[in-house]
């Protein structure tokens, strides 16, 4: 069967860093492109950073500088580095895996929980 497991979330202040790893498992890791997510109450869940199967990133404008997406394949695992974690930060993260050719064949994760608060 296949899981997307997050860890790493949890309460921190403001300026404070995180990191959160997903680990995957029953899918060709290698060929997806992986993402993070975050959805925050009563709001669209949004796209926070993205790497390739060839490890191109890309980030979404509010987390450029911060945060910093990175795999490895041999772990079957993606990272998210969060650093100067704000407030507007608090949000559930989803970690997504991307299989490109079919949707068939993409899968999310349950979420952790991420607050910044002092």
């Known amino acids: 069967q296949v899981q997307l497991v997050e860890s790493g979330g949890g309460l921190v202040q403001p300026g404070g860093s995180l990191r959160l790893s997903c680990v995957a498992s029953g899918i060709i890791f290698s060929i997806y492109n992986m993402n993070w997510y975050r959805q925050a109450p009563g709001k669209l869940r949004e796209l926070v950073a993205g790497?390739?199967?060839?490890?191109?990133?890309n980030y979404a404008d509010s987390v450029k500088g911060r945060f910093t997406i990175f795999r490895d394949n041999a772990k079957k695992t993606v990272y998210l580095q969060m650093n100067s974690l704000r407030p507007e930060d608090t949000a559930v993260y989803y970690c997504n895996a991307d299989h490109r050719a079919s949707s068939r064949y993409d899968y999310w994760g349950q979420g952790t929980q991420v607050t910044v608060s002092s």
């Open positions: 790497i390739t199967h060839t490890g191109s990133t």
